[in-house]
């Protein structure tokens, strides 16, 4: 199916376990982007990608590590999870071609660090 | 990039049109004005975006003066489905995606 997906959907884990969180898109768009969304702060950029191994900090990005080996995949694993990192977590893809500032999100995961 | 001002929420019943405002005074000469729709539970998604005057599409009206340090996002008739957060965002066209900050938005509720 077209389009991007997040998993898990929803996942709970304990503090210093680590954890990794799944994006894939399929339009092969150039740019992908992790947010993390918080009651009062909205939506805040936590690392992205410009291309395959091309990645930078975002304003959030203590904490968590990514990685991009394949334009489709984009990474987010929090080495040592932090109840401070329980959150909504929404990627997000796109492309130039459609516009500098049109993104697609996923559904999003719900992370639960006890 | 320019930062941007919202009102945090605003109110409305099922029938009126909204209009929700969003201030830019620092815009850039090369920044276009886009705006997400965020429902419960969900991703963002966007609904429209615009560089001068007026945009119009399916979903709603983004209207721009001529000054650029404003804009409104109008949505016409509302019905309770169009309870969401909307977040209007400001950056460059043409030069890749930039690091775009959301901020908190602006909830809108629509009630019976």
């Known amino acids: 199916d077209a389009g991007i997906t997040q998993s898990p959907r929803y996942k709970i884990t304990e503090t210093g376990r680590q954890v990794t969180l799944m994006c894939h898109q399929t339009?092969?768009?150039?740019?992908m982007f992790w947010y993390r969304q918080d009651l009062g702060h909205g939506l805040r950029l936590i690392y992205y990608s410009a291309a395959a191994d091309i990645t930078d900090k975002g304003e959030v990005p203590d904490g968590y590590v990514v990685s991009r080996s394949k334009t489709e995949n984009f990474p987010l694993t929090l080495e040592s999870a932090t109840r401070s990192q329980t959150s909504v977590y929404f990627c997000?893809?796109?492309?130039?071609?459609?516009?500098?500032?049109?993104?697609?999100f996923g559904a999003g995961s719900r992370l639960t660090v006890l | 990039l320019a930062k941007t001002t919202q009102p945090i929420s605003m109110d409305s019943y099922e029938g009126q049109e909204v209009n929700i405002t969003c201030s830019h005074n620092n815009i850039a000469t090369n920044d276009y004005i886009t705006w997400y729709q965020q429902f419960p539970s969900q991703g963002p998604r966007f609904i429209i975006q615009g560089y001068k005057t007026k945009v119009t599409n399916e979903v709603a009206s983004l209207f721009i003066p001529a000054d650029r340090k404003s804009s409104t996002l109008s949505l016409p008739r509302v019905s309770l489905s169009d309870t969401a957060v909307y977040y209007c965002?400001?950056?460059?066209?043409?030069?890749?995606?930039?690091?775009?900050?959301f901020g908190t938005g602006t909830r809108l509720l629509v009630s019976p």
């Open positions: 339009w092969s768009h150039s740019y």
């Open positions: 997000a893809s796109g492309d130039s071609g459609r516009g500098a500032n049109v993104l697609t």
């Open positions: 965002l400001v950056g460059p066209m043409n030069t890749g995606f930039q690091k775009l900050v």
